[in-house]
């Protein structure tokens, strides 16, 4: 019923799959398979490509032209069994595109254009950030993403991206590989909330059918993973660590000024340029608006941000990337001895391990900001006081950041009688 063709006998061509299946039609069915054959290497009374030695891909071939053959000849047949008519030459070609988009590790939109999960990411952070009403940063957030994915098919080449092959275990695979990378059980929360949004909007462009990443068992265990923070004696031991001339020099300044007078991010720390010095009542201070959250934050007065000035002559080094700049951080707290073992718990594949390592691995850029946080409260600052200073819209998010809480709790009850002083035994 269903042969395959070459468009022309004369020259290389693509190869097409034909029939007058439906006699109703004035034309023949004709769809094509967008691969292309040598009529040198074409069995032309057979309607197939050549096999053996001179044509090693004829095999290949082959089997794609009897897969087009075979799902357009039981797609009639069923059509005709289930609902007694034939269907017309519009339903099978959408029928047989849907296959092409399988073998092809694409989908097709409905303006014929052929795209995939990792392009579509794309599409949708340039619509995002077209909206005037959306913020250049929740923009940027489905650039991460699509970014991510980019490492995710560079890493895993075998997987597919076409939105009828993302299955639920392609999503477990997915944020697993993320686990296995090192990403914190945060950053992979905020993958999935953007992923669901793309994935919500493909649903309603009509690009897949089914909601696989609702599929139960994918959702992450998120029990809390421990951070480390650095005491203020380890952030001087940073401070007094001789880099004159040092390309780390600048990161470990930037990591000071973070840890004990901004607790910024680090999108907003490398946005801060001299126009973010305000002087008042001739003391300097930092004045941004906060990328996340677009809230006023003003960073006090202190001595490191003054010597940090007059060392940069009110300026700001340019910062580098996040990679970069923990690589760099973690370095300088290597040679300035922070490195006692530390075992913290920490979430691998949605399951909590404990994992021991020197302190100085396990620091990073938010390290700084966990540090601010925690050695403020334990100074006796109100949370209040500290949530503003870092830019939080609430103090549910400012307590994620304070790690001494039980550390207070432990402090505190040491004066307790119950604890200092020794009952007196009695023999019995």
Same mark, same amino acid.
């Given at each position: ?31 094509? *398979? ?318 909590? *391990? ?56 432990? *402090? ?17």
């Amino acid at each position: 019923m269903f042969k395959a063709y070459l468009k022309s006998t004369k020259k290389k061509s693509t190869v097409l799959i034909k029939s007058w299946y439906n006699k109703a039609e004035r034309l023949p069915f004709v769809f094509s *398979i967008n691969t292309k054959a040598d009529p040198h290497s074409w069995d032309f009374p057979n309607n197939k490509a050549k096999e053996g030695r001179t044509n090693p891909t004829g095999k290949s071939l082959n089997g794609i032209i009897s897969r087009y053959t075979t799902e357009a000849t039981i797609y009639v047949q069923e059509r005709q069994a289930l609902e007694s008519r034939t269907p017309d030459h519009a339903e099978l070609k959408a029928h047989l595109q849907k296959v092409k988009d399988q073998i092809q590790g694409t989908t097709t939109a409905a303006d014929g254009q052929r795209t995939d999960l990792i392009k579509y990411a794309h599409q949708f952070h340039q619509k995002l950030t077209a909206d005037k009403k959306r913020s250049e940063h929740y923009a940027k957030m489905f650039l991460t993403l699509a970014r991510n994915l980019e490492g995710y098919r560079k890493a895993s080449p075998r997987q597919p991206f076409a939105f009828q092959s993302l299955t639920a275990g392609w999503f477990a695979h997915w944020q697993n590989w993320n686990f296995e990378n090192g990403r914190s059980q945060n950053t992979v929360a905020g993958y999935w909330k953007r992923l669901k949004t793309v994935m919500i909007a493909a649903k309603e462009d009509g690009l897949l059918e089914t909601e696989t990443w609702k599929a139960k068992g994918l959702a992450i265990n998120f029990q809390t993973a421990d951070e480390v923070w650095l005491t203020p004696d380890e952030i001087m031991s940073l401070y007094h660590l001789d880099l004159s001339g040092s390309h780390l020099e600048t990161d470990r300044d930037m990591f000071i000024l973070d840890a004990l007078n901004s607790g910024h991010r680090l999108s907003d720390m490398a946005s801060i340029d001299q126009g973010n010095i305000l002087e008042m009542n001739e003391a300097k201070i930092i004045k941004i608006h906060a990328h996340k959250t677009d809230t006023l934050v003003y960073s006090p007065n202190g001595w490191y941000l003054q010597e940090f000035m007059e060392k940069y002559k009110n300026g700001f080094p340019k910062m580098k990337s996040e990679q970069v700049f923990n690589r760099n951080v973690r370095q300088c707290c290597k040679m300035a001895g922070i490195d006692r073992p530390t075992k913290l718990r920490k979430n691998k594949g949605g399951k909590n *391990i404990y994992v021991t390592k020197p302190k100085y691995r396990f620091v990073h850029q938010y390290t700084a900001r966990y540090s601010f946080a925690t050695n403020l409260s334990l100074a006796g600052a109100n949370i209040q006081d500290i949530s503003r200073l870092m830019g939080h819209t609430n103090i549910h998010q400012t307590e994620r950041y304070i790690k001494s809480k039980q550390l207070h709790a432990a *402090i505190n009850a040491a004066s307790n009688p119950y604890f200092m002083e020794k009952p007196e035994s009695k023999a019995g």
